[in-house]
């Protein structure tokens, strides 16, 4: 099977560290929606064309594996791969050491599509958006 995916370059900001010196774990989410907005940026569906769709995007399951601790300075890759599109958007992440490649934190969230309108669910994902996701697909 073949999977859209992307990869973000991120220095850890001596903001997202806590008295430990290592990455407070909510930030990890940020990371996460950093690299998440590219990859659906690579299928030309960014938030405003999301919700354009007539759907909300909310997520739903979030899930992180810290295997490693970020650190101030630490140049990181968050790499994204979308995993499921059709009835929810699914989304595997995997954070990197950029140096050594070393695996980091690995996580996925779930996302439903939401009526804007009505905040009821979608019946699954706006054709429109599946099939720009297609179309990027490698």
């Known amino acids: 099977m073949t999977f ?13 560290v806590d008295s430990m010196g290592v990455v407070w774990h909510g930030h990890y ?12 940026r690579r299928a030309g569906l960014d938030v405003a064309d ?16 810290y295997i490693r601790p970020l650190r101030y300075g630490q140049r990181i890759l968050v790499e994204a791969r979308l995993e499921e599109y ?4 699914g989304i595997a992440y995997t954070v990197r050491d950029e ?16 009526d804007s309108a009505t905040g ?5 994902t706006p054709l429109g958006m599946v099939a720009a996701i297609e179309r990027a697909l490698p």
Do not use: N
């Not at 009821?120 to 699954?124: K, T, V």
């Open 4 to 16: 859209l995916q992307t990869s973000v370059s991120l220095e850890i900001p001596f903001h997202d």
């Open 29 to 40: 989410l940020k990371y996460f929606e950093i690299a998440r907005t590219a990859l659906m």
């Open 50 to 65: 999301m919700l354009a769709s007539g759907c909300a995007w909310p997520v739903v399951t979030c899930e992180v594996k």
């Open 86 to 89: 059709e009835a929810r958007i």
């Open 99 to 114: 140096a050594t490649g070393e695996r980091l934190t690995r996580g996925r969230t779930r996302q439903l599509p939401v």
């Open 120 to 124: 009821e669910l979608c019946p699954g």
